[in-house]
């Protein structure tokens, strides 16, 4: 489930959700909601996403992150152009 908030996170862990997205958050504010989430929900992964590029990841990894995405690996991907002959 993709939440914005730490309240929208405990009511989808709450709620039976395996796994809780925290979606554009700050650094800071994602630590603290992933936190609260596995107090409550030991079980639940939580994943970080949003704004998240290489030199920011560092920022968002921690004991309560169980999962990072970032778009940035195939937004800006350049394309190739290849052919196979058998």
């Known amino acids: 489930i993709e939440c914005?908030?730490?309240e929208e996170a405990l009511a989808a862990a709450g709620a039976?959700?395996?796994?809780v997205l925290l979606d554009n958050l700050a650094s800071q504010e994602l630590h603290v909601a992933a936190?609260?989430?596995k107090a409550a929900h030991p079980g639940v992964m939580v994943e970080a996403s949003g704004g998240i590029v290489l030199g920011t990841l560092p920022q968002f990894l921690?004991?309560?992150i169980n999962v990072?995405?970032?778009a940035c690996l195939t937004h800006s991907a350049p394309a190739l152009d290849f052919a196979l002959r058998v």
């Open 35 to 37: 936190a609260q989430v």
């Open 4 to 6: 914005s908030s730490a």
């Open 16 to 19: 039976g959700a395996d796994i």
């Open 62 to 64: 921690g004991p309560h």
């Open 68 to 70: 990072v995405s970032m």
